[in-house]
């Protein structure tokens, strides 16, 4: 039987949706598709751990457990049943070397983004530095983004919407940073093809409405594949109930984005081993970053955040946390 064959007849909408979480065929599905089965770290079985969690531990309502997600972030009903030990083995992220894939980057943050720096005076340095590179358009670019609002006063306004504040102060440092990568990328209300597929699944669309995909605030792409999804609230005084619906929410689509790859992958060759998705959430001035993959149940783990800048005195020192992120 062909490889999507498998996956498309074993994995149904409700094996996604079930709350046993992720069902034997999914794993045996995507184990089939070269995604690991075991989630084993020196020696300590977390699969069995986060098994254990989610059909002993009573679950809310907006709980990830429930469709066989293992949130390993700092604070989550999961992590909090781990010991310390367990806790860095589960969360564990490979180091990054930003020096080797952008070695002018350090350097330039460190002539333009000085403490003391103002906004002002980051605008200044940059003008000094090569015109023609890369880096220091990516810098200019978000420089630019914020003399929307500094320009005229010291703090960004607190009545700023949160498009605005998303799209002229969260995303370009993401987007830029996207670009520099070379992925390509879009905002505002963007469909999550993978939410798409799941919610249609199985429909006769002969006689049943198509039901609408999910919209999130962000997207990176990769050929036709949404690889990282961003959702976002206000600046200043976000609701609190909305951090954890967007997490919820976004969480979900990652891993819709994730089944909707490999199944796309499966259908001329083998998906690579370990594939990812990624994410954020954006709640006020702070960003936090995702990782979703797939290690006999889906993994979720906080890969980094950033504190976006909000005023002119603080901006050289937040705008360097977020560039060198």
């Known amino acids: 039987m062909p490889l999507t064959n498998i996956f498309e007849t074993s994995c149904t909408e409700e094996d996604i949706t079930t709350q046993q979480g992720t069902s034997k065929s999914m794993v045996a599905a995507l184990a089939s598709l070269s995604q690991p089965g075991v989630w084993t770290v020196d020696d300590v079985d977390l699969l069995s751990k986060f098994n254990n969690f989610k059909h002993q531990q009573p679950q809310p309502r907006l709980s ?8 390993v972030s700092s604070g989550s009903g999961f992590f909090l049943t781990l010991s310390q030990k367990e806790r860095m083995l589960a969360s564990a992220v490979a180091a990054k070397d930003i020096d080797k894939k952008w070695p002018a980057l350090l350097s330039i943050l460190s002539r333009v983004c000085v403490a003391s720096n103002s906004y002002e005076d980051v605008v200044q340095a940059l003008r000094k530095e090569d015109p023609n590179g890369p880096i220091v358009d990516y ?48 905002c505002f209300e963007i469909p999550v093809v993978g939410a798409k597929e799941r919610k249609n699944h199985g429909r006769d669309l002969s006689v049943e409405t198509e039901v609408h995909a999910s919209m999130v605030d962000g997207v990176a792409l990769f050929g036709d594949h949404q690889i990282y999804l961003a959702e976002a609230s206000l600046i200043y005084e976000p609701k609190l109930d909305k951090q954890v619906k967007d997490k919820f929410k976004l969480v979900r689509c990652m891993r819709d984005s994730c089944n909707s790859q490999i199944r796309s992958i499966a259908r001329e060759a083998m998906p690579p081993t370990g594939m990812s998705v990624f994410g954020s959430t954006s709640f006020g001035d702070e960003t936090k970053f995702y990782a979703m993959d797939f290690v006999g149940t889906y993994r979720l783990r906080q890969i980094g955040r950033m504190l976006i800048p909000l005023n002119k005195l603080h901006f050289a020192t937040r705008m360097e946390m977020c560039v060198s992120l």
């Open 64 to 71: 990830m457990a429930l469709d066989g997600i293992a949130d």
């Open 139 to 186: 810098l200019r670019d978000i420089t630019y983004h914020y003399s929307h609002y500094l320009k005229f006063s010291d703090q960004v306004p607190r009545n700023i919407n949160e498009r605005e504040g998303f799209g002229d102060l969260t995303w370009c440092f993401i987007r830029g940073a996207l670009t520099l990568a070379n992925i390509p990328s879009r």
